[in-house]
């Protein structure tokens, strides 16, 4: 059985003062190389999405906002992009099972869209998914944080909601 890591839009256009303190957070777990994979998305947004049309939403049309934020770009190495919330779709689906990864741990911006939106559409395709609070964060502030939590306690079950640290000598207890 194999586990990966997705993290979820750490772009520069999604930083601020309610999600940087995330940026650091996810570089010292990923300097612990306790994942078999590391998978990383990077959502594009264009003038004619439904953000841009229905939400008057124009963040993340340039390039420079787009890029992963530097320092945790020395990390990846697998990038899907995406134009919606979600990174469940059927290239990352055939990866994963092309892998036999079973049990996927989710994080990044913003928890209660992007996020849940995948962790939940990762469940709904049979694949165990954790959601990891300590390493996610929302643009939204602590509301839709805790929004997100709640959502996801009940779609994916409270057991699969991570709010401590992970490490070496915690980590395989989600495994089982």
């Known amino acids: 059985m194999s586990f990966c890591l997705f993290v979820i839009d750490i772009q520069n256009g999604f930083i601020s003062e309610n999600t940087k303190h995330i940026i650091q957070r996810i570089k010292s777990l990923l300097d612990q190389d306790i994942f078999e994979y590391v998978i990383f998305t990077r959502f594009i947004n264009s003038f004619e999405s439904p953000y841009v049309k229905y939400l008057n939403w124009y963040g993340l049309l340039s390039e420079i906002d787009q890029r992963i934020v530097s320092e945790i770009e020395p990390f990846v190495n697998k990038v899907f992009d995406k134009t919606i919330y979600t990174a469940c779709n059927v290239e990352t689906i055939t990866f994963i099972k092309e892998r036999n990864i079973q049990t996927i741990f989710v994080c990044g911006i913003d928890s209660e869209a ?16 954790y ?9 939204g502030g602590d509301n839709c944080q805790k929004a997100a939590i709640l ?12 709010t401590e640290p992970i490490n070496r000598n915690n980590f395989n207890k989600y495994l089982c």
């Open 131 to 139: 959601f990891l609070e300590y390493y996610s964060a929302s643009n």
């Open 151 to 162: 959502v996801l306690s009940q779609l994916i079950g409270v057991n699969h909601i991570i």
């Open 114 to 129: 992007c996020v849940l939106k995948t962790a939940v559409d990762f469940f709904e395709s049979n694949i165990r998914s």
